[in-house]
């Protein structure tokens, strides 16, 4: 065997349980319920034969996106998903021996990224109601790590900072490089941008995964100031979108609407399983995002196993510092709440009654 670098070998690499999935109501990884807009196949569907054969062009993309934000084009930049745009982050930024500053529990990507530089890794955990610890990540700023990532909502505790908050923290700490990543920001309407936009060290991340519908196409962006965006250009490669993902993203961000509608649909979803849970009595978090964390009243892991016996997966937060115990509920429209809630009265709290 040939040794990989050092990095490499000592790294936990992000595994996410994502086979066999499709028949069942995916309740597990945050995506849409209901998929894009009908403009987003239809454009797909309309293409020549040729477009397969031929590289990518990718113009107008950054255009589209940066209109969407009102922010102008040179402060943006599309990638492979969101996770392609962190891992240029790190690849850029992420100098070996230096300090990337971060919270936990939070998105799982970030820490393997880390590693793999050789960076060291200093991660504040959430207090126990899930405030995001301002006074110790204050405190931290101070020792000027070379990297700091917020989660704005945190995945998974759905815990939010006001922008105002994030871009203070972001003014007081000029030599760090501030990552917000706002992967959410669609459920929340708050955003660091436009107030960071002239900020030398901020960089935020938004995705047409989650409210757009295109998680399996994979299209997010880096928007930030123009000095940060031309270093991650640096490390990506000329070809690194596919065009079935441009096609897709031009199409679903000329249809607004169909975002708009389901993200009205999500909040009134959520308010409705998080009042049904408080009914029952059963622990559970979550203020910003399409996404909450329940504690079943009986052991976490068969509660899990048991809904995805009757077809519905959710996300098991087992062993995860804070908020061991609970598993992540994405939430999708009324129906699937109303489906999810009809089998977890059942399983989630049958248990609990026969542990006693
Ligand atoms: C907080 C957060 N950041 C980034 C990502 C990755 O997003 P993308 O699908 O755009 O790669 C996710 C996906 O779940 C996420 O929850």
């Known amino acids: 065997m040939i040794r990989a670098k050092a990095e490499v070998e000592g790294l936990t690499p992000y595994v996410a349980p994502l086979e ?3 028949s069942l109501l995916r309740l597990d990884f945050n995506e849409s319920t209901i998929g894009p807009s009908p403009r987003v196949v239809e454009a797909i569907r309309g293409l020549p034969p040729e ?3 031929t590289y990518p062009e990718y113009a107008g993309l950054n255009d589209a996106f940066a209109t969407t934000l009102g922010a102008p084009v040179s402060h943006v930049e599309a990638f492979n998903g969101v996770d392609a745009a962190i891992r240029a982050i790190f690849d850029a930024y992420g100098e070996k ?4 500053l971060t919270t936990v529990p939070t998105f799982g990507y970030y ?9 060291v890794i200093d991660e504040v955990p959430y207090a126990d109601d899930l405030q995001y610890p301002l006074a110790a990540i204050t405190r931290k700023l101070e020792t000027r790590p070379r990297l700091f990532f917020i ?3 945190n995945n998974p505790t759905g815990t939010l900072l006001a922008p105002e908050t994030v871009v203070a923290l972001a003014r007081s700490a000029p030599h760090t490089l501030v990552v917000v990543d706002e992967l959410y920001v669609a459920f929340t309407g708050q955003s660091v941008v436009p107030l960071a936009l002239e900020l030398p060290n901020v960089v935020a991340l938004h995705s047409l ?7 399996a196409l994979r299209l997010g962006f880096a928007v930030g100031h123009p000095t940060i965006v031309e270093r991650l250009r640096r490390v990506t490669g000329p070809y690194d979108i596919n065009m079935f993902a441009v096609v897709a993203g031009l199409a679903a961000l000329a249809d607004p609407d169909h975002m708009r509608r389901y993200v009205v649909e999500v909040l009134a979803a959520k308010s409705w399983t998080m009042d049904e849970l408080r009914r029952l009595g059963v622990r559970h978090a979550g203020e910003g995002g399409n996404y909450i964390l329940v504690w079943p009243p009986g ?10 016996g009757q077809g519905i997966l959710v996300r098991s937060m087992a062993g995860k510092a804070v908020i061991d115990g609970s598993f992540r509920l ?3 429209t009324l129906e699937h709440m109303r489906r999810f809630m009809g089998a977890f009265s059942g399983v989630g709290l049958a248990h609990s009654r026969s542990a006693r």
């Open 20 to 22: 066999g999935r499709r």
């Open 51 to 53: 477009a397969y054969g």
């Open 97 to 100: 021996g230096s300090t990337f």
């Open 111 to 119: 820490e393997p990224c880390a590693q793999q530089q050789g960076m």
């Open 151 to 153: 989660c704005n909502p």
């Open 209 to 215: 995964s989650k409210a757009a519908g295109i998680a």
């Open 299 to 308: 052991d976490c892991e068969v509660a899990v196993k048991a809904l995805r």
């Open 330 to 332: 994405s939430i999708g």
